[in-house]
């Protein structure tokens, strides 16, 4: 894998589906961005220092790319990283779309969330989104979206409420 990292946003030409065979090319601005077919992850350096100015806000460019890079890991961009077993597929497949669609209806009312709204695009980025909520706001997803965080800490191997700078600004008060 090669990570590139520039001083900040930057402009690329892209191609995007729109459905139905029909493509718009154009420039799109981006913070990061994570090569399926290249390999390569590209980071906007001041957005990364922003994201980690800030352990607690749920915002975090280098996390959320690198989740992208676990999602492709199988060579799919569907916001199920490779998982062992196909029980845990199952219960993957059960949380994550219930989450994503409550996600979607939340964003589409104007309720608050935990997660960054950004998620309800698609699957792949529900996952990359819940992945900054699970590292950076732990405790409060852990108490909105108990099954959420129960996947995510499955998958990752760790419970961050017990080591996260939410966890510590909350021991501060």
């Known amino acids: 894998m090669t990570i590139l990292v520039y001083p900040s946003a930057y402009i690329a030409d892209e191609e995007r589906y729109l459905g139905n065979n029909i ?27 922003r994201g980690a100015a800030d352990p607690a806000d749920g915002m ?60 309800a695009t698609n699957p792949a980025e529900f996952f990359a989104v819940a992945t900054e909520a699970f590292f950076e706001r732990p405790g409060a997803l852990r108490a909105k979206q108990p099954e959420l965080y129960g996947e995510l800490s499955r998958f990752f191997c760790q419970d961050p409420v017990t080591y996260s700078a939410e966890a510590a600004e909350t021991q501060i008060r």
Not at 98 to 117: H, I, S, W
């Open 23 to 49: 493509w718009e090319q154009g420039e799109d601005g981006r913070l990061g961005h994570t090569g399926r077919r290249m390999g390569s992850l590209v980071l906007a350096w001041d957005e990364a220092k």
């Open 60 to 119: 975090n460019l280098v996390l959320h790319e690198f989740a992208h890079q676990l999602d492709f890991e199988d060579f799919e961009t569907d916001g199920a990283p490779a998982l062992a077993t196909r029980t845990e597929y199952l219960s993957w497949a059960r949380v994550m779309s219930r989450e994503f669609e409550a996600l979607r209806a939340a964003d589409q009312a104007g309720t608050p969330t935990v997660l960054d709204t950004y998620g």
